[in-house]
């Protein structure tokens, strides 16, 4: 079993700032399967400059909530870009619940994000709307309906 480790990066190691991507690959040396490659994986990083943004949100932050907001999961708020950062409560007991796992983590995170999707398609104009349609938003029943398919194609794709 391996354990997670970092790895360092000393300043001036990279000549050129830009995109990077790390590639590892674990092969057996036991008898019975050696040269056999067991996990492989690939991670990007960028040295000097930020990844480039894509998607509604460009950022994910990360902090206690105050004790008035501590039963809030997340929200997001509007960057300067247009875009949208989405703010976790470090502290809620969900999400304490998920962190030792990180793809239980990431799951959690994009259930969060796909609930202010919705808010975020909701407060926009209609013609800006990607998720509800006008009747949608003129029949409360018809909306939450939505609302509940669009979160259970979100669970059924994460699992």
């Given at each position: 079993m ?21 590639f590892?690959?674990?092969?057996s ?24 943004q ?10 206690s ?34 962190e ?31 998720l ?11 909306l ?9 194609q ?6």
């Amino acid at each position: 079993m391996c354990d997670n480790f970092d790895i360092v990066i000393a300043e001036g190691e990279f000549k050129y700032k830009g995109k990077y991507t790390f590639f590892a690959k674990l092969v057996s040396l036991d008898d019975e399967n050696k040269g056999e490659i067991l996990h492989q994986l690939s991670k990007h990083f960028w040295v000097e400059e930020n990844p480039p943004q894509k998607g509604i949100f460009e950022d994910i932050d990360k902090f206690s909530f105050p004790k008035e907001e501590q039963s809030l999961m997340g929200y997001s708020s509007r960057s300067e870009s247009g875009s949208y950062i989405f703010h976790y409560n470090i502290d809620h007991p969900a999400k304490k619940s998920v962190e030792i796992d990180e793809d239980m983590f990431m799951k959690y995170l994009i259930e969060l994000m796909s609930f202010e999707l919705v808010w975020i398609d909701l407060r926009s104009s209609e013609h800006d709307s990607k998720l509800f349609t006008k009747e949608d938003r003129e029949y409360p029943d018809k909306l939450i309906r939505k609302i509940i398919n669009f979160y259970g194609q979100i669970k059924f794709n994460l699992n």
